[in-house]
């Protein structure tokens, strides 16, 4: 079981999910990070139509959680229009997750 353990979120528009996974795997050594492509809408949804994103959840220990997090914002440009939104929160308890080496 992992000790306070972090969820990061992150919600990034469409086509860019795959893009951090692989960013996640090759550059900092995460594969327990989940994608999926949501859709919704709002006020502003109402003139241009239905919005597709993507949401990618990463559960991380709290000693990474911060260094995740600043590099998902950084690769992601989370600080530029209409690139996503990114936020984290604590988790009551999360489990390991590991793969044989033959897998």
Same mark, same amino acid.
């Given at each position: ?11 990034i ?23 999926? @492509? ?14 597709q994103?993507?949401?990618? @959840? =990463?559960? =991380?220990?709290?000693?990474?959680? @911060?260094? =995740?997090?600043?590099? =998902? ?31």
């Amino acid at each position: 079981m992992m000790n306070d353990p972090k969820l990061i979120r992150c919600i990034i528009p469409l086509g860019k999910g795959m893009e951090l996974l692989k960013l996640l795997k090759d550059e900092k050594d995460i594969i327990t990070a989940n994608k999926i @492509d949501v859709r919704g809408g709002n006020v502003f949804a109402r003139a241009v139509g239905e919005i597709q994103l993507e949401t990618v @959840d =990463i559960i =991380i220990s709290q000693d990474r959680a @911060d260094e =995740i997090f600043e590099y =998902i914002y950084e690769k992601m440009e989370i600080g530029s229009n209409h690139h996503g939104v990114l936020y984290q929160f604590s988790l009551s308890r999360s489990s390991s997750y590991n793969l044989q080496e033959s897998i």
